[in-house]
């Protein structure tokens, strides 16, 4: 068909927006699709210039093969957003060498919307929402310069500025209309949910912790919820967010590691489970929390479930029905102070609790710590001095605070409580639950946030990733399950502060995170701008992003007062959505699908058997023509050529009744496809 | 009227054609498009620099197709009554019937009076002039001093202009230019048809010399027959797909009139008909596309795109 050429004009826009998507991509893509990004627009600007040529088939199977290659070596066989993210953003850079005609302009303008909405996957912050609107506009600017008249006389500025201008009012209308579906559209739950972060990737908690990985957190400013309470906001060293529980020990190369036992523990999904009365004490909060892609919710003590799809363990957890692929509202009701299993625990949950590994050798393992906890039970008479007195040892002894410990020697717990001395939460929670394991007592490690920054301005709380914590809890016969922090013995800034104002002047907070705000928080201005910001991202992430089914319809009824006219709206969409494929496919079906004469297929072989000498019939070359051009080339056929095409051009052009033509037309048919068979270029 | 067999008709065409060719040299095609002009009644417009055989083309057309022939020089001072005619006081004239010397205004038929006109540099007159002139192409006749006068038939114009924009000039507005169905341009000739050219005789003398070829009535019989050219749904739907290029889609300020859409017709069944077909092919419309097209769409060209029948010929294929 007719194909118009890529207005040059257009291909400024086109590269201002090829860098608009790839910037926000290029943070989450490895470092070499930067190489490839920038020898692409190098490249496709000289070939505008005229100084490069076009890429000849040679060069663009050599270019694909190698991008496909890196994009498999930098996945390293597994397939996850990133490579799959990498993979359509190359092919898409690849396609922009191709550019000839205003289609291929079209296709790469709609993939750059698509990789433009890939974006999204990674981040749906307000300022990424900002900046999106803004590359959408420089989209839009570019398929406005694709339409531009190539003939008009305007200069190269005054037509990009008209682009510009265009697409500005364009992005201008369709604002209120993005609203209205925002608002009314109906919200479906996702198809399907994918698993968005390799696990690579992600940092977090992990149902596993080894000495060594929550000062891996550290190094993340990553968010992982906020918190609104809803009455007073309790003291920073009463926020204890507790996410999982690690009751299983192992040893791993003389390492201690505590994790998640793997008996599924019954749940109480709500309705069915506990529900303290709201009274002096309980408190009432909201969560939103990030994507984790795993169950757990997090939660003070004395937790319980306040809505559907969220469940209670018997460790005193709320957990989800569903892996978190995406971000999460839930309502949450705590009773900090009451008594958790007072009367006693079951047997099974006691073993759990007291269980210690043998060292490979099949002796105790840490020998010394075993000693000490041999020593403190026989100086004190009950579990509550034992404890305390463990307690005591880690605030008399030199213990100090770092994030950045040696690493531990075999028997790691004898080398941490007598030798380095020197650790983190990790390190004290693990070594403590392992002296009380050896008296007999039970003891978990509680793994979980801690803390985290109050914004004044809008009384919401946001925890990061630097804010993971390890504690202990024991259980005490008459009590209950108590909590004990062995960190806040030696460090109690850690938890009176949090970990960002107790460490701001140690390098080690932090340290891989590059430019972080957080970081610059010392100063009072980049402090305010900090939270401010922060307070705006909360304040979208409550109304924009969990803007979900119940909310929409809770708008609805606000609004229109009355349930039956958001459902019609639902049906209206529905009917809408119908309506609108049966079009499609009905205009799909229609499209004009001629039957073809036998003299055009008997042509079309001709064709394509000249389209293997490049001597083809071009579209707006008339029977005649290409007659005459076969004629030059294959000279030895001259005279069936003139003849047969002669022929044809009758059977298109000339008066004689069709009906004496039908009676030749397959005579003719046959005797051109014969000629297609006998042509042959003599040096070929 | 006499009724021409093909045969004849194609015998007669080549002859004159093959004589036009020892007059103008290597010039097929040119002269081939000025036959098919007069073939389909339209008035030919030549652009072409001063000397490149305009007036002897045309010339040589009168006297090889037997019809009168005059010439007008215009020029910036030139008058309708100098093209029309004027009528002049005679004091010894006589009104028809009576014996009596009054004295009667007599009409002098100026040089549009004849069957072929050329109109030499047209664009160096005054938009007056050329309306004139204009004027009697279009209509066939002349109104002067309230009487109406009809032109003799055939009538043809030949108008040169020349390309080059001079001082002086006034050129033909659009309006003006779609009065002629074609305009071609002769060019300068190759080395070989130049070196004939030096070697032959006085071209201009060999024009006024030339026999005839065809008489009126034949002339007449063939723009006749011009229309007996059978134009197939497929071909008229290529033609209309480039009107229709012109008009929406190829970035012209206004495209071809119906106008100059059956002029196109016409003219691609009179290269039919020169190329002794009896029906018309792509080829034709093809052929004659340039000389109909280009002028009428000179203005609605933006700079850079002066051929508009090159661009769209490319862009339109032949097969829908």
């Given amino acids: 068909m007719i194909q118009n050429n890529f207005p040059r004009n257009g291909l400024i826009w086109l590269l201002v927006s090829l860098i608009c998507v790839y910037l926000p991509l290029q943070a989450q893509l490895p470092l070499w699709t930067a190489l490839v990004f920038i020898s692409v627009v190098a490249w496709r600007w000289m070939m505008h210039l005229g100084r490069w040529p076009y890429p000849n088939k040679l060069v663009k199977v050599l270019v694909v093969v190698l991008g496909v290659g890196a994009v498999l070596v930098s996945a390293q066989g597994q397939f996850h957003l990133e490579s799959a993210t990498s993979f ?8 922009v060498l191709e550019i000839k005609t205003q289609r291929d302009g079209y296709i790469v303008i709609f993939l750059s919307f698509f990789l433009l909405s890939i974006s999204f996957l990674y981040a749906q912050g307000i300022l ?29 500025p005054v037509r990009i500025k008209t682009a510009g201008k265009t697409s500005f009012q364009i992005l201008l209308l369709s604002l209120p209309l993005m609203l209205i579906l925002f608002i009314l559209f109906p919200r479906m739950g996702p198809l399907w949910s994918l698993n968005l972060q390799s696990d690579k990737a992600k940092t977090g908690l992990s149902e596993q912790m080894s000495p060594g990985d929550i000062a891996e957190l550290s190094n993340s400013d990553e968010l992982v919820f906020r918190v609104a309470f809803k009455d007073k906001v309790p003291a920073n060293h009463q926020l204890y967010w507790r996410a999982l529980v690690l009751e299983k020990h192992q040893i791993t190369n003389g390492q201690s590691q505590w994790s998640v036992s793997k008996k599924v523990p019954p749940i109480d999904w709500y309705p069915k489970s506990w529900q303290p009365e709201p009274k002096d004490g309980v408190l009432d909060y909201t969560i939103i929390q990030e994507a984790t892609s795993k169950k757990w919710l997090v939660g003070l003590r004395g937790v319980a479930a306040m809505e559907k799809g969220i469940g209670m363990t018997d460790t005193d957890l709320i957990v989800s029905n569903k892996k978190l692929h995406q971000r999460k509202e839930y309502e949450v009701r705590s009773w900090p102070s009451m008594d958790i299993a007072k009367q006693g625990i079951h047997s099974l949950t006691r073993q759990q609790n007291t269980q210690l590994s043998l060292s490979p050798q099949g002796t105790i393992s840490n020998p010394q710590s075993y000693l000490l906890a041999q020593t403190l039970y026989r100086n004190h008479n009950t579990d509550l001095a034992r404890v305390e007195a463990v307690m005591a040892y880690f605030s008399d002894q030199p213990f100090s605070y770092t994030l950045k410990p040696q690493r531990m020697a075999e028997n790691d717990i004898d080398d941490f409580l007598f030798n380095q001395q020197a650790g983190f939460c990790a390190h004290y929670s693990s070594s403590m639950v392992f002296v009380l394991r050896s008296m007999g007592i039970p003891a978990r490690v509680v793994a979980g946030y801690q803390g985290g920054e109050l914004n004044k301005e809008s009384g919401h709380i946001t925890v990061r ?29 850690r938890i009176n502060l949090g970990l960002r104002d107790s460490l701001t002047d140690q390098a080690e907070f932090l340290s891989n995170s ?29 109304t924009v992003l969990n803007f979900n089914k119940q909310r929409q319809g809770n708008l609805l009824k606000k609004w229109l007062g009355n349930d039956f006219l958001s459902t019609s709206l639902y049906w209206l969409a529905g009917l809408f959505c119908t309506v609108f494929l049966l079009l499609t496919l009905f205009l799909l079906w229609q499209r004009p699908n001629k039957k073809r004469s036998p003299i055009e297929k008997a042509l079309s072989v001709l064709d394509k058997k000249m389209h293997r000498y490049q001597l083809q019939r071009q579209a707006n070359e008339g029977l005649a023509d290409y007659s005459q051009r076969l004629q030059l080339a294959f000279p030895e056929h001259k005279d069936s050529i003139r003849r047969l095409l002669q022929q044809l051009q009758e059977h298109y052009y000339s008066k004689q009744k069709a009906q004496t033509l039908r009676e030749k037309e397959s005579k003719i048919s046959i005797q051109i496809k014969g000629l297609a068979g006998k042509l042959k270029l003599k040096d070929q | 009227m006499s009724s021409l067999s093909s045969k004849s008709i194609s015998k007669s065409l080549q002859s004159l054609l093959d004589t036009l060719n020892t ?15 007069m073939l389909a009644k339209g008035h030919l417009l030549i652009e072409d620099l001063p000397g490149m055989g305009k007036t002897t083309l045309s010339h040589a057309l009168a ?13 910036s001072d030139i008058l309708p009554a100098d093209i029309l005619g004027v009528s002049i006081f005679e004091k010894d004239s006589a009104i028809a019937g009576s014996n009596e010397q009054h004295g009667t205004f007599r009409f002098h038929p100026g040089p549009i009076f004849s069957q072929l006109v050329l109109a030499d540099e047209i664009n160096r007159a005054t938009p007056k002039a050329q309306s004139a002139l204009l004027e009697a192409m279009e209509e066939g006749q002349v109104t002067i001093e309230g009487e109406t006068r009809s032109l003799p038939t055939p009538f043809f114009v030949i108008a040169t202009q020349n390309p080059v924009s001079q001082s002086g000039t006034f050129p033909l507005p659009e309006s003006q230019l779609d009065r002629f169905l074609m305009r071609i341009s002769i060019g300068y000739p190759d080395a070989k048809s130049e070196l004939e050219l030096f070697n ?13 070829h065809i008489d009126i009535n034949q002339l007449q019989a063939l723009q006749e027959q011009v229309n007996q050219v059978h134009a197939s749904q497929s071909v008229l739907e290529y033609m209309q797909r480039i009107i229709h290029f012109t008009r929406f889609e190829g970035g012209y300020s206004y495209g071809l009139s119906p106008r100059g859409g059956l002029g196109l017709l016409r003219a691609a069944k009179a290269w039919a008909l020169i190329h002794d077909r009896e029906h018309l092919i792509p080829e034709d419309i093809q052929a004659v596309l340039p000389s109909v097209l280009d002028h009428r769409l000179a203005e609605a060209a933006q700079q850079g795109k002066t051929n508009p029948s090159v661009y769209v010929l490319q862009r339109i294929p032949v097969f829908s």
Wanted: aromatic content about 12%; some cysteine.
């Fill in chain 1, 88 to 95: 359509i953003l190359v092919a898409s850079l690849l396609k």
């Fill in chain 2, 63 to 75: 006297r090889a197709l037997g019809l009168s022939y005059n010439r007008i020089q215009f020029t």
């Fill in chain 1, 465 to 493: 990733q630097y804010d993971a914590h390890a504690w202990v809890e024991v259980w005490l016969a008459g009590i209950g399950w108590k909590s004990f922090d062995p960190t806040a013995q030696v460090a109690p800034d």
């Fill in chain 1, 514 to 542: 590059g430019l972080s705000l957080t970081k610059l928080s010392s100063f009072p201005l980049f402090n305010q701008l900090r939270l401010q910001l922060d307070e705006l991202n909360y304040f979208w992430h409550q």
């Fill in chain 2, 200 to 212: 032959g005789v006085d071209r201009r003398a060999m024009a006024n010399n030339l026999p005839k």
């Fill in chain 1, 128 to 156: 990424i929402t900002l900046y999106s609107l803004f590359a959408v506009w420089v989209l839009m600017s570019a398929l406005v310069g694709l339409h531009q008249n190539q003939y008009s006389e305007q200069s190269t």
């Fill in chain 2, 23 to 37: 007059v103008i040299l290597g010039k097929e095609t040119q002269i081939k498009l000025a036959v098919t002009c």
